[in-house]
């Protein structure tokens, strides 16, 4: 049977797949010959990716939803919904021409009328990240059905890079338009154009996607269907990455210590590429609204209480660096020369005398909470390792538990003390960096801005000047003048540079195919 004649029989319902239970005691549908079982961990929060931008969720979302661009290895930008642009000399117009064959997953044309309504109306709204990109815009307007002009109010030099899927990903406005985006009903079944389409999310169990027998590019996807299992043990993951149940596990679907025994196994394929776009920067974030972390001195003598290598060698395995402040080493205009906050412990306990912070008759100074990130077990590691690194302060840490949603809505709301996060710098500091510490980012109930509530209006300044200057050189003085004042402030304990482990079935060819990685769309992904 043919790729396509079988999709449409799995579109029709005619096809059903078998049950059988995996080692977690679970029923899985087996995945027919050509199709991808690739291991998600957490369970999404939900699956529209214009309106969350979790991992989980841009995970699978990516494969229903595209950008106008993709980014190679070297973050140069190729083609996705956009098959060619042009950019004004003076770097003000981007236009771009659109895939024409291209389809919304329920039959409709794609034009660039869905593309406007996405990137001036829809995004401005639910999506922080591409807000702040086209906020940047004096104009987005449709040149004919097929034809899109961005015009800027100033020169942005990292604007194409804001036309990733995670960052920008298009909506359909005949879904959208006019309704209540985040209640539409259309989001339990969400509608893109990408190269596969949303059949079935069993929650607890699995997420399924089939091909789409319209995809516009000739030949793709190469994959007849992917389930997405939702395994919540980490040693489950683990075996069922090993005995062949699984053929893709990602991000931190594998616990640390065991990626190196699962990529020594002959059938198993293991690569650190494709996280080149996001850089993805760990640290622990502290509620500045709160006392005592508006002190200063207090983030000082947490910063000396933990050692970042201990989380390197003991949490990490390795797989990641310690990291010297908001940008990575592996992002443009990274600062080499900035102060190290070593491992020292009395001159941490120096700061917390200097603040009045009296030990008691237990030896407690001061009692906080830990939201704990519920993302795997590393996550709930580096919430015991801050607890047992403040322990040597005097500081009493309590952990606190949560599910996804509730740990996503307690950090956008700032209900919290402290907690871990990790963004993606997403090629530039204009794009992944910045939204972290200015001011005009602090905006409660939304996830992934500057939550903890750090104010400086030199750093606001010097952001913006580099974020519109079309000089290399220019933006390296401003970003790392940016950087030292920050390392100086510390509005988040920066810890590690993450490098994440994808393993995969080694039949699988074109997985892996540029700088976004298991973010991509996996058109390409085929068995050999």
């Not at 890079?161 to 960052?167: D, L, M």
Request: include cysteine; hydrophobic fraction near 40%.
């Amino acid at each position: 049977m043919k790729r396509r004649s079988f999709n449409a029989l799995m579109l029709s319902g005619i096809a059903t797949a078998a049950l059988s239970p995996w080692r977690d005691g679970m029923a899985y549908a087996q995945t027919p010959e050509g199709g991808l079982t690739s291991l998600i961990q957490p369970e999404p929060p939900m699956l529209v990716l214009p309106l969350n931008q979790q991992q989980p969720t841009i995970v699978v979302g990516s494969k229903i939803y595209e950008g106008l661009l993709d980014f190679d290895f070297d973050l140069s930008p190729r083609p996705q919904l956009a098959e060619s642009w042009e950019v004004s000399e003076d770097g003000l117009i981007y236009t771009f021409h659109l895939a024409q064959a291209a389809k919304w997953h329920d039959g409709e044309p794609f034009t660039a009328h869905d593309v406007v309504f996405s990137c001036d109306v829809m995004l401005k709204e639910v999506h922080p990240r591409a807000r702040a990109s086209f906020e940047r815009c004096e104009s987005i307007i449709a040149l004919d059905d097929h034809t899109v002009q961005f015009t800027l109010n100033e020169p942005f030099a990292p604007f194409l890079h804001a036309f990733e899927a995670g960052s920008a990903p298009i909506c359909p406005r005949h879904i959208y338009e006019g309704t209540d985006y985040r209640n539409n009903p259309a989001n339990d079944h969400p509608v893109g154009t990408g190269p596969f389409m949303f059949q079935e999310w069993v929650r607890g169990s699995h997420i399924h996607l089939v091909a789409n027998p319209d995809y516009y590019v000739e030949g793709q996807p190469g994959l007849t269907e992917i389930y997405f299992r939702v395994v919540p043990d980490a040693a489950s993951r683990s075996v069922a990455m090993e005995t062949g149940e699984a053929q893709l596990s990602c991000w931190n679907d594998v616990e640390n210590f065991d990626v190196q025994r699962l990529a020594s196994l002959p059938h198993l394929d293991f690569t650190t590429r494709g996280y080149e776009f996001f850089s993805p920067l760990l640290w622990y974030e502290a509620n500045l609204r709160r006392e005592p972390f508006n002190d200063l001195r207090f983030r000082k003598a947490m910063m000396h209480l933990l050692d970042k290598q201990l989380i390197v060698d003991r949490i990490m395995f390795g797989l990641a660096k310690p990291a010297t402040g908001p940008i990575c080493s592996t992002t443009p205009f990274f600062e080499v020369d900035l102060p190290v906050y070593d491992h020292d412990i009395e001159r941490a306990n120096a700061l917390l005398d200097e603040m009045g912070l009296t030990p008691g008759a237990n030896g407690t100074r001061v009692t906080i909470n830990f939201l704990v990130a519920p993302y795997g077990e590393m996550w709930s590691r580096l919430a015991e390792y801050f607890r047992q690194a403040m322990a040597a302060g005097g500081i009493e840490v309590t952990l606190v538990s949560t599910d996804i949603a509730g740990w996503g809505q307690s950090i956008a709301n700032w209900d919290y003390d402290v907690s871990t996060n990790m963004l993606y710098q997403n090629a530039d500091p204009a794009l992944g960096v910045a939204r972290s510490y200015i001011s005009s980012n602090i905006r409660q109930g939304v996830l992934f801005t500057n939550t903890q509530g750090y104010e400086n209006a030199e750093v606001d300044r010097l952001f913006a000047e580099a974020a519109v200057s079309t000089s290399p050189d220019e933006r390296q003085v401003l970003y790392s003048e940016a950087q030292r004042i920050l390392v100086e402030e510390l509005p988040v304990l920066w810890m590690t540079e993450q490098q994440y482990a994808t393993i995969h079935d080694s039949r699988i060819t074109d997985l892996i195919t540029g700088g976004t990685g298991v973010n991509g769309n996996f058109a390409r992904a085929r068995f050999a």
